[in-house]
């Protein structure tokens, strides 16, 4: 690995170096691979979201983020454009996040959190889809995503406003996720009077 790419620091609102985004891209991968097989088994013949996640690995593991990332990634999201159904447009979506988390902003915005979150999000909202559309799976697979977080993670998550709650599925599950992920709580809860919730910085 490059070690000056390594530690090589992308300045905005505030700071985040090569590696919390290779944090965070790895963390978004893990739910666009657990969901690409509803995508691939339903259009076979599409390679563009496995290619935006084999890219997202070649950042994840050293290399520096190139234009790769960037086109697989919009590939990936034409290839959700055109899949036949919201379960494979979402994961063909998150496969489309994971290349792209390698270009996470550091401005404050909370549009910014999707970057981070919106592929979990997704697959817990594909968990639904495939179960019938019971949301008490897509909460179980928030709590899985919540458990998954590493503190660099939420470290890097805390530096952006809080997700704001949207008008579809998506973006209340991540929206759901994000207060989770703030808080230290299972999704769903909230602090009572005696169990604060952690300050954010």
Do not use: C
């Not at 300045?11 to 666009?32: I, K, N, P, Q």
């Not at 086109?71 to 447009?89: G, K, M, Q, W």
């Not at 979506?93 to 549009?111: C, E, K, M, T």
């Amino acid at each position: 690995m490059d070690m000056a790419q390594s530690t090589h620091t992308v300045s905005g609102d505030f700071d985040l170096t090569m590696d919390e985004l290779r944090v965070v891209a790895r963390y978004v991968v893990g739910h666009a691979e657990d969901v690409l097989p509803v995508f691939e088994q339903a259009v076979p013949d599409d390679p563009r979201p496995r290619a935006a996640i084999d890219a997202a690995w070649v950042f994840i593991n050293g290399a520096n983020r190139t234009k790769l990332q960037r086109v697989t990634s919009l590939d990936a999201h034409r290839a959700a454009r055109s899949a036949p159904s919201e379960a494979t447009r979402l994961a063909a979506r998150s496969a489309g996040d994971a290349a792209s988390a390698a270009y996470l902003h550091p401005i404050a915005q909370a549009s910014q959190v999707g970057h981070i979150l919106r592929a979990s999000a997704s697959a817990a909202r594909i968990g639904e889809l495939m179960a019938g559309g019971y949301p008490t799976v897509g909460d179980a697979l928030l709590e899985r995503s919540r458990q998954r977080a590493t503190p660099p993670i939420i470290d890097v998550l805390r530096r952006y406003p809080p997700a704001p709650t949207g008008s579809n599925r998506v973006a209340q599950l991540m929206s759901t996720l994000d207060h989770a992920l703030r808080t230290g709580l299972p999704p769903g809860r909230t602090p009572t009077i005696s169990e604060p919730a952690p300050a954010e910085r």
